[in-house]
T-cell receptor, first 119, second 112 residues
Framework: GAVVSQHPSRVICKSGTSVKIECRSL??????MFWYRQFPKQSLMLMAT?????????EQGVEKDKFLINHASLTLSTLTVTSAHPEDSSFYIC???????????????FGEGSRLTVL | SQQGEEDPQALSIQEGENATMNCSYK?????LQWYRQNSGRGLVHLIL?????REKHSGRLRVTLDTSKKSSSLLITASRAADTASYFC????????????FGKGTSLLVTP
């Protein structure tokens, strides 16, 4: 199956700093990537939809100036948490859609996630 | 916004038993998918069932979909300790651009 790589897997930073998380589709082109956030023992909440070459679409309640998303190529999307605070500590997961037109169209492939801890 | 609701929230069974998890959703869907997540890890896609399908099998997994009741079930037969994980259902709609809405998940514990 398609592989999505996410980096870093863990990051610890001080309050007020910015952190960038990368999401790469390794063996396929992803015109659309999605960023999710997951708090402990909770479900995944969609933060934004990232489209290559255009501005990301943010879900209601997600601050676009706080969570900067860039999708500069068909294989890379980045999420930057700006001026991070302890409440931003969470597990961030990206995914990419494998739009083949075949029987598995719509299937999403997920990265391994990035655990952010803001001190 | 979150759409799927799984039940039970937690399930504990012994190896060899079957595990059944249910998922309900609120609006019309295009596909419904089940994912597995081991603690602190990413998601692994298990099975996708389309809105015009009623049942699908994959190995020890059996998924049903009842669009009239807006519900789905995931059955894991002959469970193993390695099946211990959280299981999420996720739905998408025709106009969602493949963005998924996840349920709250069922935490499955399989004891030897």
């Amino acid at each position: 199956g398609a592989v999505v790589s996410q980096h870093p897997s863990r990051v610890i930073c001080k309050s007020g700093t910015s952190v960038k998380i990368e999401c790469r589709s390794l063996d396929f082109q992803a015109t659309t990537m999605f960023w999710y956030r997951q708090f402990p023992k909770q479900s995944l909440m969609l933060m934004a939809t990232s489209n290559e070459g255009s501005k990301a679409t943010y879900e209601q309640g997600v601050e676009k100036d706080k969570f900067l998303i860039n999708h500069a190529s068909l294989t890379l999307s980045t999420l930057t948490v700006t001026s991070a605070h302890p409440e931003d500590s969470s597990f961030y997961i990206c995914s990419a859609s494998y739009v083949s037109g075949g029987p598995n169209t719509g299937e999403l492939f997920f990265g391994e996630g990035s655990r952010l801890t803001v001190l | 916004s979150q759409q799927g609701e799984e039940d039970p929230q937690a399930l504990s069974i012994q190896e060899g038993e079957n595990a059944t998890m249910n998922c309900s959703y609120k609006t019309s869907i295009n596909n419904l998918q089940w994912y597995r997540q081991n603690s602190g890890r990413g998601l692994v896609h298990l099975i996708l069932i389309r809105s015009n399908e009623r049942e699908k099998h994959s190995g020890r997994l059996r998924v049903t979909l009842d669009t009239s009741k807006k519900s789905s079930s995931l059955l894991i037969t002959a469970s193993r300790a390695a099946d211990t994980a959280s299981y999420f259902c996720a739905t998408d709609a025709w106009n969602s651009g493949y963005a998924l809405n996840f349920g709250k998940g069922t935490s499955l514990l399989v004891t030897p």
